[in-house]
């Protein structure tokens, strides 16, 4: 009666296993669907966004070029200040803001692909095995009460 008992502990052991394991699967391809579209959708975003910013400052930067082209009286003279100021702030981006950058960069990027909604695959695995444990004892004390009847 008990190896009766020990046998189908073994056959839901090898179920749970199974289905623990598509589970798992299911969840890693899900998972790694939504961090592909939210890396997809933060491209698009900067792609979308990022254009019409150049655009913008292309048009500011034209227009001030001109603008100080005609205070100077000579409109090179202010498209070479305005190329001037880009080349300094390029200058100061890789000296000082190369840090700073892949900093937010890190930290967007890993926001986008970890969530702190998601249940991580160890506190799973540490329910379904919480779970086991409690069927596994649940059969075991049901098992020690057919014995106890049967030495009886």
Do not use: C
């Amino acid at each position: 009666m008990a190896f009766k008992g020990l046998t189908e502990n073994l056959h839901k052991v090898a179920d749970r296993l199974e289905d623990y394991s598509a589970s798992m699967a299911e969840y890693y391809k899900l998972r790694l669907f939504k961090s592909a579209m939210k890396g997809s959708i933060a491209l698009v975003n900067l792609l979308v966004y990022g254009s019409i910013f150049l655009f913008v400052l292309l048009f500011l930067s034209i227009g001030g070029a001109f603008w100080l082209g005609s205070f100077f009286e000579h409109s090179y003279y202010g498209f070479l200040l305005i190329g001037a100021f880009y080349g300094i702030i390029l200058i100061f981006m890789f000296v000082y803001g190369r840090k700073i950058l892949e900093r937010r960069l890190l930290h967007k990027f890993s926001g986008l692909l970890y969530d702190e909604n998601d249940l991580s695959p160890k506190k799973m695995a540490e329910k379904e095995v919480n779970e086991f444990q409690h069927s596994v004892n649940k059969v075991t004390d049901e098992e020690l009460t057919e014995l106890e009847i049967d030495n009886k």
